[in-house]
């Protein structure tokens, strides 16, 4: 039992450091982003916002699904 509670001792150690570290690196945006709802991290993930943009590039492909008087970049032909 003692070697057992050592070895989750020296476990949670470990732990609490590798928690540091990530802290360290990620800063704290990243770590508060891991606090957030599951809901919204999916929604913020970097698979989601890269669905996004590409759902933004197709619409700003097609002129008709632009907002108006938004040509995204490309110059009107005159009529």
Known sequence: ???LSASFRSLLEDAFRHN???QLL???EVME???WPLR???A????ALKSQLRELQEKL???EE???GWTGGREEAPS
């Open 1 to 3: 039992v003692k070697r």
């Open 20 to 22: 540091k570290v990530l």
């Open 26 to 28: 990620l800063e704290e």
């Open 33 to 35: 982003f891991l606090e």
């Open 40 to 42: 919204d991290q999916e």
């Open 44 to 47: 913020y993930s970097i698979l």
């Open 61 to 63: 492909k097609s002129p």
């Open 66 to 68: 632009a907002p108006d």
